[in-house]
């Protein structure tokens, strides 16, 4: 079973380069999202998309772009990457499951370093 | 926006003993999830809790839905080493179009042989 696949695995991106990061889904799950795990912070939310064709900011979007133009694909792109943008980033997607939404499935993650 | 607190941030116990980590909130959730993470791994789903008040068990792990909804807990019984890892906590708050999960900043759990 697939689940969510990220690519790549990890990167090292020198300052001023852009990049986009991959997120695919198997599960027809609508929402997608994408976040950055930093020591100390937990996980921040960069960008959502609740279905396909929409996407929303979320609580650290400066810097990253997204776009949803399918179901199964969330990729996020740094147009021009900094130091502060080096992290590891976790694409998730998720489902209403009648009234609620079901838990997130994250992906294995990006370990990107900008140097 | 919503904010969890979880505490504690590190843990360091023996193997076998209990562990008991909690995340509280200013505002009420109407879901609470748990979550392990890995090194190297991206958070694996550890309990879902829908209800307030519901207790849930899954093997030696057992979380509770605050009856204030502002509230939950995970308790692990008899560590053992492969439950190293860092455990997150996550709330979904109510509300029309409601999308977001909030994490709690993570519980980095040490189990010493």
């Known amino acids: 079973t697939a689940g969510i696949t990220q690519a790549p695995t990890s990167q090292i991106l020198a300052a001023g380069r852009s990049m986009t990061l991959r997120c695919t889904q198997d599960?027809?799950?609508?929402?997608m999202y994408w976040y950055r795990q930093d020591l100390g912070l937990g996980l921040r939310l960069i960008h959502y998309?609740?279905?396909?064709?929409?996407?929303g900011k979320g609580e650290v979007p400066d810097g990253y772009s997204v776009s949803r133009a399918n179901t199964d694909d969330f990729p996020l792109t740094l147009a021009s990457a900094v130091p502060s943008q080096t992290s590891v980033y976790f694409c998730?997607?998720?489902?209403?499951?009648?009234?609620?939404?079901?838990?997130?499935?994250f992906g294995q993650g990006t370990r990107l370093t900008v140097v | 926006g919503q904010q969890l607190n979880q505490s504690p941030q590190s843990m360091f116990i023996q193997e076998g003993e209990d562990v008991s980590m909690n995340c509280t909130s200013s505002?009420?959730?109407?879901?609470w999830l748990w979550y392990k993470q890995d090194p190297g791994e991206g958070p694996v789903l550890l309990i879902a809790?829908?209800?307030?008040?519901e207790l849930t068990s899954n093997g030696r792990l057992t979380a509770q839905f605050g009856i204030t909804r502002k509230d939950s807990f995970l308790n692990i019984s008899a560590s053992i080493p492969s439950d190293v890892g860092i455990y997150f906590c996550?709330?979904?708050?109510?509300?029309?179009?409601?999308?977001?999960?909030?994490f709690g900043k993570g519980t980095k759990l040490s189990v010493i042989p």
């Open positions: 998730a997607s998720r489902e209403r499951g009648g009234v609620e939404w079901t838990e997130a499935f």
């Open positions: 599960m027809r799950h609508n929402a």
């Open positions: 998309s609740n279905t396909a064709g929409t996407t």
């Open positions: 505002s009420i959730f109407n879901t």
């Open positions: 809790l829908y209800k307030a008040g």
């Open positions: 996550a709330g979904h708050a109510p509300g029309a179009g409601s999308y977001q999960l909030t």
